[in-house]
């Protein structure tokens, strides 16, 4: 629980997984705006204010449990081009926007010329703040891509496969939040992290490729 972290940890962390949530956020009412959907913009959600992008719940939840949530960005397909096709893009926009700072975020490691995880870490709080940052803009990225409901892979796989196999995507949609919040729980309750097996890997991976470090 993030709670139990030391205060000066809590001060690098917690700012930075907001900024990484809401940048998500605006970059999925970027993109509706860029298909044609004004929506998110007329409800000023097309901006990187924090305040517009926070839901009181999910920031407690960020707090007290260690994940968390933003208010969903409002998207009406019926104002797009290609409604299907943009709206995979729109979906895909925020895990993007998360890898794109991941990479900046290893760029900047990489100059100050940092080579180790326990350099970074070690380093004070700059390096601190830089691991932070990086390994949670990747996290949310890869958790964000998965193919169950409510995350933004459902849209993105739903919308590639449901000419082929309509029925996996309503089971997907219908059964998905039971399934991702079971999996939640178990990791939470139990040894057994799914969430962590899954998503470890590719964070070593973009760690690798983005800043040059093993972790």
Same mark, same amino acid.
């Given at each position: ?7 000066? #940890? ?25 298909? &044609? ?27 007290? #449990? ?38 900046? &975020? ?17 380093? &004070?709080? #700059? ?34 496969? #449901? ?23 178990? &990791?939470?309750?139990?040894? !057994? ?21 093993? !972790?």
């Amino acid at each position: 629980m993030l709670f139990r972290l030391p205060a000066e #940890v809590l001060v690098l962390l917690i700012p930075t997984l907001l900024f990484a949530l809401c940048f998500h956020e605006f970059s999925h009412a970027w993109m509706a705006y860029r298909q &044609g959907d004004d929506t998110a913009a007329r409800l000023g959600r097309l901006t990187l204010n924090p305040m517009a992008h926070l839901d009181p719940l999910g920031a407690m939840m960020i707090l007290f #449990v260690g994940f968390g949530w933003a208010k969903p960005v409002p998207v009406n397909p019926r104002n797009m081009r290609h409604p299907r096709a943009d709206m995979m893009k729109v979906a895909f926009a925020g895990p993007a926007s998360n890898l794109l700072l991941a990479l900046v &975020g290893g760029i900047v490691i990489r100059f100050l010329g940092y080579h180790s995880y326990a350099q970074l870490v070690l380093s &004070g709080s #700059v390096g601190q703040l830089l691991a932070y940052f990086v390994q949670i803009n990747i996290m949310l990225a890869v958790f964000n891509l998965i193919p169950v409901a409510p995350l933004d892979g459902s849209q993105i796989f739903s919308g590639l496969i #449901v000419r082929y196999n309509p029925q996996l995507v309503v089971n997907l949609q219908h059964y998905g939040p039971r399934i991702l919040l079971g999996i939640i729980l178990l &990791g939470y309750f139990t040894p !057994i992290n799914l969430l962590g097996w899954f998503i470890t890997p590719f964070l070593k991976l973009f760690m690798s490729l983005f800043a040059g470090i093993s !972790i």
